[in-house]
């Protein structure tokens, strides 16, 4: 019995030590496969800044504290490119679940896309979650932001964005050939509240949006974004919405589509949405110049004539097929809006 009091601490020290050396192995290969990321981003062309990196997280994780991390880059395939930083990157590994790195974005971030300007945000929380497999790069991603505050609002509330709840989910197949999904999405939001600086014809807060959806490959290898999109759309490639819904000011809208790009590639397809509280949105886009009133008038006496009442009682609803040709979007032949024209960057 005394030489079991002796030997039990003896292993519990071992133990601890084995399960010390074997964290420090993870917490080095966290620390080497950022840096080869980091490599990785510079041979392609980026530029990318990132403070010295802390490890942590022992005994029940891995964790790789980067300070001031900042990249830009992204041409010719992001016109312009792209810029992101965030005041600290923690990077995690559950060692109960090693199968899953967690990335928290915390502090002050900013966002530019091309010569747009900066856009400084912050969120309570930054959290993307991306699988993990051996000797490959990870093909999916889920991202969640809570309560998401961009601009300024301290400073300038009317000229800020918020929203309360962002959830993305996609995954990529490079390998998917045509007519199989080489990109699949998923994206909800809710309460979300526009800037004030200017007027919005359905008001300034739109209570939810969701979209879900895939895009059909191949994926083209092309490089630059001509290129890519030209041998997508010869390649029979098309965007798939497959529910949409939205709630804002009186509109309640939920629908599905397919697009594809046309010979002067711009986006073309159908769809078909279903719709409550028309009327008085219709009424609201007039007012707000997004529609005239001739479009307005055709489409409340079209929709007027397949709108149905609910047994409940409720608001009229209707389900009508759009159509986008030429950049004109149509509801039954209804001209209602001109869509902006993609002005694509030249070859």
Known sequence: MRRLWILAPAVVVLLLAAHYAFWRYEAGQLDAGFGAWLADRRAAGWTVSAGAAERGGWPLAVTLTVPQVA?????????????WSAERLDLQIDLLSPGTLELRAEGEQHLRLADRPDVAYTADSTVALLPLEAETPPHAVSLTVRNLRAGTPDIDPAASLTVGLVQFDGA????????????????????????????WALGSRISSLA?????DGPVPMARGLVPRATAWRDGGGTFEIKHLTMGWGPLGLSGAATLALDARLQPMGTGSVRLVGYAASLDALVAGRVLTANAAVAAKAVLSLLATVPEDGGPPEVEVPLTLQDRTLSMRQVPL???????????
């Not at 809006?337 to 070859?347: D, F, R, Y």
Request: aromatic share 4%; hydrophobic share 50%.
């Open 211 to 215: 979209i879900e959806g895939a895009v």
């Open 172 to 199: 990529i197949a490079p390998a998917a050939p045509a007519g199989e999904a080489a990109l699949t999405y998923r994206l909800s939001t809710e309460a979300i509240a526009l800037p004030a600086v200017r007027a």
């Open 71 to 83: 990249l830009r880059g992204g041409e010719p395939d992001i016109p312009g490119g792209l810029a």
């Open 337 to 347: 809006l001109k869509v902006p024209e993609i002005i694509w960057p030249a070859p």
